[in-house]
């Protein structure tokens, strides 16, 4: 998710996320495309903490968001819910195969600003640590290129505060 309109469209999802007392941090794919990884996604990630009232908050999102329809995809051996039938299938994760829970996520993620609304994502380090964790083919295909933009974002960072490269003094 990169372009202007997906970015208006994360935005608008983020603000009704919100709106019914949800606090999403968003994962996967579109989290790394936000932090400069050049990986595509056909849905949005969100962690989220499990919780009764978190999930009637998901199925009050549906109907905020044009009636979507609510899934649970893979029970009883994946814990998400799914929404369906927007421009986007909206995905809701209650669980991370790191084991990770959603206070240390949260404590780690960036907050990227757009369209008027704070995004709150998920780390790279995150992101890389929750996908080697499950482990699924598509998972470990963009493994390297995640690292890599993990490299050259640490690179930059350092560049920026004057540290030497590494290797020199």
């Not at 056909?42 to 609510?70: K, P, Y």
């Amino acid at each position: 998710m990169a372009m202007p309109s997906e970015k208006v469209l994360l935005a608008d999802i983020v603000r009704a996320c919100r709106s019914v007392g949800l606090d999403p941090i968003l994962i996967g794919n579109a989290a790394a495309a936000l932090q400069g990884a050049p990986v595509t996604t056909r849905d949005v990630d969100f962690f989220v903490r499990d919780s009764e009232a978190n999930r009637r908050r998901i199925e009050r999102l549906a109907g905020l968001l044009g009636d979507l329809a609510v899934t649970h995809p893979g029970e009883p051996l994946s814990d998400m819910t799914r929404l369906v039938g927007g421009p986007v299938e909206i995905d809701f994760v209650f669980h991370l195969s790191s084991g990770a829970r959603f206070e240390s996520l949260r404590s780690r993620a960036v907050d990227i600003r757009f369209s008027d609304v704070n995004v709150r994502v998920a780390s790279l380090a995150d992101i890389i640590a929750s996908k080697r964790a499950t482990g699924r083919p598509k998972d470990l295909a963009v493994l390297p290129v995640l690292e890599q933009t993990a490299r050259v974002l640490e690179k930059m960072e350092q560049d920026a505060w004057g540290a030497p490269p590494r290797g020199r003094s």
